[in-house]
């Protein structure tokens, strides 16, 4: 009986291990068009500490963070259409956001050291296959971009055709 608990336990753990990937939450939703289209939704938050840098192969860097996707299929691949949108913050003071398609370019202004204001630019995109999706951020200065913060969510769409 206590080997059966810790199997049990054991499963549910490693379930559990598996399902935190950069998920928000299963929140896949299926609506059918009147053509007989599916479309899916799908958020993703994603911590900062789940971005991985990369380099092109001219040195130019790069954060990704790679999501699986269940609602990309070989059917959205072949016949549909993936759309992806950023959750962005437009006023700090009211606290506003809106959603954002990719690719979204966020420009931002930076005071350096010398008290110069510089207008540096991020561009937010993103690329897929079947079960998969990845963001990516750029630096338009093709510096390593800034790190991301706390979270940054991501609304994906994947539009499956007959």
């Known amino acids: 009986m206590k080997r059966i608990h ?4 054991g499963f549910i753990a490693t379930v559990s291990l598996l399902a935190t990937s ?3 939450e ?35 860097k790069y954060l990704f963070a790679e999501c699986e996707d269940p609602d990309i299929t070989n059917n959205v691949v072949n ?6 949108y950023y959750w962005f913050m437009y006023d700090a003071e009211t606290n506003s956001y809106s959603w954002n398609m990719l690719p979204y370019v966020y420009p931002f202004l930076y005071t350096n050291e010398a ?5 540096l630019g991020e561009n937010f995109r993103f690329e897929y296959e079947k079960g998969l999706i990845t963001f990516v951020v750029e630096d338009l200065n093709s510096d390593m971009p800034f790190p991301m913060g706390d979270e940054t969510i991501f609304k994906v769409v994947a539009i499956e055709n007959r």
């Open 6 to 9: 810790f199997l049990t336990l």
């Open 22 to 24: 950069c998920e928000r």
């Open 26 to 60: 299963y929140i896949t939703e299926e609506y059918y068009t009147e053509y007989g289209s599916k479309v899916y939704t799908r958020e993703y938050a994603i911590r900062g500490d789940e971005w991985q840098e990369g380099y092109y192969g001219d040195g130019r």
């Open 79 to 84: 016949k549909g259409a993936v759309l992806a």
């Open 115 to 119: 008290g110069d204001t510089l207008a």
